[in-house]
């Protein structure tokens, strides 16, 4: 991973514009070719980034300074005009080992993955912990039509879950033995912001009641 920290601005061109006036920012280049830029603000979240896979080209001087181009495969760009660094630094992070779920986000993916019918009559689970190159996805299924289904489980979904998921779906659509395959965002509250992200990259999402997935919700004996 390499790290700068420098003052620049930024400018990004898609199905939209927008501008970062010049400031001091935390750019950050992983080795999956993702390019972020923070700011010492905002929480996890980057004021703006590319995500994988895309093309970084720099031209820039001997002190640094000079512009970034980032593309993408759509042609976005990621344009960040470097005027002064203040620190540059690379690191070899390794193999991340993941991310260990949590009881209920564990025990949630045991219970859909045994009644994957839960998602639509004709399913069927092909594996569970589905391998790639960035992490195992938590569910590859196939829907009735013979589909590949991509399902990341969640217990609250957020923006990040979205984003995760948007990236095994890249990977796994290389493979001409899966594509296409579409993605489920999966938990037991999704949030509105991570919705409307899953939507805009069509994403389908699933609101999970994990009560019902146990067998502890006995519709016959509602009141209502």
Not at 160 to 180: I, K, S
Request: proline share 4%; net charge negative; charged share 25%.
């Amino acid at each position: 991973m390499r790290l700068v920290i420098a003052r620049c601005s930024v400018d990004y061109a898609g199905r939209l514009t927008a501008h970062l006036a010049s400031a001091t920012r935390l750019l950050l280049v992983k080795a999956d070719g993702s390019v972020l830029v923070h700011s010492d603000g905002g929480s996890y979240k980057p004021l703006n980034w590319m995500s994988p896979p895309c093309s970084l080209v720099v031209d820039a001087g001997d002190d640094g300074s000079g512009t970034w181009t980032v593309t993408n495969k759509a042609g976005e760009r990621l344009v960040i005009t470097v005027e002064e660094v203040l620190h540059d630094s690379e690191h070899d992070l390794g193999i991340d080992p993941g991310l260990v779920k949590d009881g209920v986000e564990a025990h949630l993916q045991a219970l859909l993955a045994a009644q994957i019918e839960t998602l639509g009559d004709g399913w069927r689970l092909v594996r569970r912990e589905y391998p790639t190159a960035i992490g195992p996805v938590d569910i590859l299924a196939r829907d009735a039509d013979g589909g590949a289904v991509a399902v990341e489980i969640k217990r609250r979904g957020e923006i990040d879950g979205v984003e995760q998921l948007t990236r095994y779906l890249e990977l796994l659509n290389r493979d001409p033995l899966l594509a296409p395959v579409r993605g489920i965002f999966a938990a037991q509250e999704i949030k509105p912001q991570a919705r409307v992200l899953a939507q805009d990259r069509g994403i389908d999402c699933v609101v999970l009641d994990y009560d019902a997935l146990r067998g502890l919700d006995d519709a016959e004996s509602r009141l209502f």
